[in-house]
Structures are given as structure tokens and as C-alpha cells.
């Protein structure tokens, strides 16, 4: 019999076993105290037998029995195979996933722009649905904004857009969600002047909640150029606005009156505006169309522009005469 105290291998961990059975208490630490053990020889009666023979496999037969012990360097073999059924089942898996990855791709839109503008305008949607404040809404998007590494600018242009569709019938994207009461059921005769009026007051009172939202956005006059250009493209229904369905031809006609309610609500400024249409000034006519529609709101900017630095003229000589 072992002397008292000593370790009982063979009760604790079977015969032929070597280890020590600690203390366990709240001082110890059980990391630093963790050793690594020679792995003790293992019995062959331990692990399933390699079949000697086809009989022997269909009838479940245990092999010839010995009692032989396998080293270490063998069960190291047996583990080895193991892991190259674990290897199998996890190329089995990557498979599996990447067909299931690639139907994933097959359903979302191919355009990473595509993408994003839905993404932008699902959000804006969605805090117009829940009655969210203009800063909690920018809460919202900041957030979409660094989730997908944009800029503000880039949000401003597709919520602008947003503002643009609310005035008009869901279009395919959004007509069976959630937020096609939103919209309205029916798009004003823009034909007409009644119906021209009746689309711009929507547009002016989606403005007049949501432009200050808006000009917090665009930061630069650079930003405040971009979004008119991408105003164009929604009116020509180009770029991600080709789509089936897509309704911006509607703000064509009104693309100056648009482009003032902007700037009479401090969205974009006098010099964004005049920067816009000296980019557009040696365009091709096709590109000229609507700085063309626009010439009497440019030209009246461009007078009010010098008026302004005539009276600033005339200040300055009358504070010369008095001095």
C-alpha cells in the first residue's frame, strides 16, 4: 500500500496514470500552476482496432485482440488523421458556405453605390417613419456614415434624393415595404402648371423639415457642387437612378425653382451655385440642359452678386469722403 499522503495516481486517473491532484484555492493561479505531462503510452484496448478484413469490418469485429500498448508517436498518427477528417468536414463547410455566400450576392445589387444609396435612404425613411427629430436623425445616419466609410456628403446627396421620391408614388424599391405609406398614391400632371405647383409646395415643405439636416451635411462648397450634380442625374434618371420605374424626369421642368428653394433655405450657397454653372459653362449642350433651364436664376445671381460689390464700392468712398 502507498504510504499515507502519497499521490494516488491509479485512483485518480486509472492505472499507468501520472499526474498530481491539486488544491484547488482562490490564491492559486491556475495558469502559472498548469504543467504539460509526458503522454503516458495507451493501451490498445483503449481505441477501436484497424479491421483485418472485410469480414471483420461488416461484423463489427474488434481485430485480433492484442493487448500490445500503441506509443505516443502512434496515437500522435491516429490524432493526425483526425485532424484530416476535421480538415475535410471544414473544406465540406467552406463549400457550403460559399454556395450559400454566392446566392447572397445573386439577391443584393451589384453597384456598390446602388447599395449605399438604399442603405441611405432605408435610414432616412425610417427616422421620417418614427417621427425623429432632425438630431436624432443625424445620429442615425452619422452612424450609417462611418459603418460604410462615407463621407457627409455623400449621405446629403442621397437624402436629398430621398426628399426628391417622397413627393412622388413608391417606386419598385420601396412600393411593397414598409414605407410605402409614406408616399403618395398618385404623381401630380407635371404637364401642367396646377400639377407643377402642386409638386413643388411637397418638395418646399420636405425642404423646409429636413434642410437644415441637410446643410449640416454638406461642409464644403464642393459638396453643396456635388449635390447638384447629383440633382442632374436623378432628373435624367442616370447613374443609379437608370432604374425600371424611376420617376425624376418629374423635377425636370422644375429643376430652377428646385435650385432656388435650395438656396433661399441656406442649403447650398450663392458661390456653390455660381461654381456648378461655370463647371458647366464649356459643356457639351447635352451636359448644358439644366444650367440652361436655370440661366435667369444664375444671371439674377450673378447681378445681385455685382450689385452687392457695387454698394460695398459706394460705402467705401463715402466713409473716404468723411474721413
Not at 491539486?22 to 503522454?39: F, G, H, M, Q
Not at 462648397?221 to 424611376?246: I, Y
Request: overall charge negative.
Amino acid at each position: 500500500p502507498a504510504p499515507p499522503g502519497a499521490p494516488k495516481f491509479d485512483a485518480l486517473l486509472g492505472a499507468g496514470g501520472a499526474g498530481f491532484e491539486w488544491a484547488v484555492r482562490d490564491s492559486y493561479d491556475v495558469e502559472r500552476l498548469s504543467v504539460a505531462l509526458p503522454r503516458p503510452p495507451v493501451r490498445a484496448s483503449a481505441l477501436p482496432a484497424k479491421a483485418e478484413s472485410e469480414a471483420d469490418l461488416a461484423g463489427g469485429g474488434g481485430g485480433n485482440g492484442s493487448s500490445d500498448t500503441i506509443e505516443a508517436d502512434d496515437l500522435g498518427d491516429v490524432l493526425d488523421d483526425d485532424d484530416d477528417d476535421d480538415e475535410d468536414d471544414d473544406e465540406d463547410d467552406d463549400k457550403h458556405s460559399g454556395a450559400r455566400g454566392a446566392g447572397s450576392a445573386a439577391s443584393a445589387p451589384a453597384d456598390p453605390e446602388l447599395s449605399f444609396m438604399r442603405e441611405v435612404s432605408e435610414t432616412f425613411l425610417r427616422c421620417i417613419q418614427l417621427r425623429f427629430e432632425p438630431t436624432n436623425a443625424i445620429i442615425e445616419l452619422n452612424g450609417l456614415k462611418i459603418a460604410e466609410d462615407r463621407t457627409f456628403a455623400d449621405c446629403a446627396r442621397y437624402i436629398f434624393t430621398t426628399l426628391l421620391s417622397l413627393c412622388l408614388p413608391a417606386s419598385p424599391m420601396f412600393a411593397a415595404g414598409e414605407y410605402a405609406n409614406l408616399f403618395p398614391a398618385a404623381a401630380p400632371d407635371v404637364s401642367t402648371t396646377e400639377g407643377k405647383v402642386t409638386l413643388l409646395r411637397a418638395f418646399k415643405a420636405r425642404l423646409s423639415q429636413w434642410g437644415e439636416l441637410m446643410a449640416r451635411f454638406l461642409k464644403s462648397e464642393d459638396d453643396q457642387v456635388e449635390l447638384l450634380l447629383t440633382f442632374e442625374e436623378f432628373c435624367g434618371n442616370e447613374g443609379v437612378f437608370e432604374s425600371p420605374g424611376a420617376q425624376g424626369g418629374a423635377f425636370a421642368a422644375l429643376f430652377p425653382q428646385v435650385l432656388q428653394a435650395l438656396y433661399d433655405l441656406d442649403v447650398i450657397s450663392e458661390e456653390a451655385v455660381l461654381a456648378w454653372a461655370d463647371e458647366k459653362e464649356h459643356a457639351d449642350a447635352q451636359e448644358r440642359v439644366f444650367l440652361d433651364r436655370s440661366s435667369k436664376f444664375i444671371e439674377w445671381l450673378r447681378t445681385a452678386d455685382d450689385d452687392d460689390d457695387d454698394e460695398e464700392d459706394d460705402d467705401d468712398e463715402e466713409d473716404d469722403e468723411e474721413e
